[in-house]
């Protein structure tokens, strides 16, 4: 599996935009700063054409310990939800590898 990175991101602004790579990279730390910032306090992330992040509550809940089967109480979160766009969607699987029948 390949990943893009922060610097791979950094550098696709560079050479797309024509901001010099210092400024390039302070344009993708801001944009990331503000997108958590707005999750961290419960709001919705919605980003045209790619998809909407937003944050749940999941309540108090009980689990159990998988190897010995003993019950443990799982805590109140906050989980990250991503929904991605219609066109999103559409877009990767256009680009998906084709299924090898394994």
């Known amino acids: 599996m390949n990943t893009l990175?922060?610097?791979q991101l950094t550098?696709?602004?560079y050479a797309t935009v024509g901001l010099s790579r210092n400024e390039s990279a302070d344009l993708l730390e801001a944009m990331l700063v503000r997108i958590a910032d707005a999750l961290a306090v419960g709001k919705?992330?919605?980003i045209s054409g790619f998809g909407t992040f937003s944050v749940r509550q999941k309540g108090r809940r009980i689990g159990r310990n998988p190897k010995t089967g003993v019950e443990v109480p799982i805590m109140p979160r906050r989980v990250?939800?991503?929904?991605p766009?219609?066109?999103l969607r559409e877009a990767?699987?256009?680009k998906a590898p084709a299924p090898t029948g394994h």
């Not at 990250?80 to 929904?83: A, K, P, T, Y």
Request: glycine share 0%.
């Open 80 to 83: 990250l939800i991503f929904r």
């Open 11 to 13: 550098e696709a602004i």
């Open 92 to 94: 990767v699987n256009e």
């Open 5 to 7: 990175t922060r610097a």
């Open 44 to 46: 919705s992330v919605k």
């Open 85 to 87: 766009s219609q066109m």
